[in-house]
């Protein structure tokens, strides 16, 4: 089970990389509205998948003090983060703000991530 945690997380990691990514490719069109392109859809699908999955093997792990804050955020976030991209994603004009939005919620996930922990130390 511990192989499989570690390989959704490098999933995990590597779906957050793919929406950061498809923002920095498109940043030459920050004022022209950018599109939601492939990059950011299959890294939206990628983390909200192993971002569920993640949640799930946790405690399958026998880790008890989980930080369900942290959780709940990230789920929400995450969720947000794909339906935005995936209602944008054939639209031949996007508004300004998607892909900025975007971005600016997936550094949001990751810093809840790591400021909250999702696994909170025993006492």
């Not at 490719?25 to 022209?32: M, N, S, T, V």
């Amino acid at each position: 089970m511990d192989i499989a945690v570690k390989i959704t997380l490098i999933l995990h990691i590597i779906g957050a990389g793919a929406l950061l990514s498809g923002f920095f490719y498109q940043l030459k069109d920050w004022g022209k509205g950018m599109k939601v392109n492939a990059g950011i859809l299959h890294g939206a699908w990628l983390q909200l998948v192993t971002g569920f999955a993640l949640a799930g093997m946790i405690p399958a792990l026998g880790e008890e003090n989980l930080n369900g804050i942290a959780l709940a955020i990230k789920a929400v976030v995450i969720t947000v983060i794909f339906f935005v991209a995936y209602s944008f994603n054939k639209k031949e004009v996007t508004p300004t703000w998607v892909v900025p939005a975007i971005a600016g919620l997936t550094i949001v996930n990751i810093a809840v991530a790591i400021l909250g922990p999702i696994v909170v130390a025993k006492s």
